[in-house]
């Protein structure tokens, strides 16, 4: 039979010293994601729904999103694109 003796890990308290909380996500705090879609034809064309309201646009696959549809507090909960019929287009 063995025995094993365990510790708690320890931090320096210096390694992240110089760092502070700081929000990187929109002004409501939520920040959630409920829905998502992209575009078919040209995937990097996201649109995202947020748990806190609004919907967002990506064109260079979530780099970066501008706001679309945020006149409204309510929560997004499903988003659907119109795909392009290949056929027809």
């Not at 003796?5 to 409920?34: E, Y």
């Not at 780099?63 to 795909?83: C, K, L, M, R």
């Amino acid at each position: 039979m063995a025995s094993v003796t365990l510790s708690a890990q320890t931090l320096d308290k210096n390694t992240f010293g110089g760092m502070s909380v700081r929000q990187i996500g929109p002004a409501t705090m939520s920040g959630r994601i409920s829905a998502l879609d992209a575009l078919q034809s040209d995937p990097r064309v996201l649109y995202v729904g947020a748990a806190g309201g609004g919907v967002w646009k990506s064109t260079n696959a979530g780099t970066t999103f501008e706001s679309v549809f945020d006149d409204y507090p309510q929560s997004i909960g499903a988003i659907s694109i119109a795909q392009p019929n290949a056929a027809t287009a």
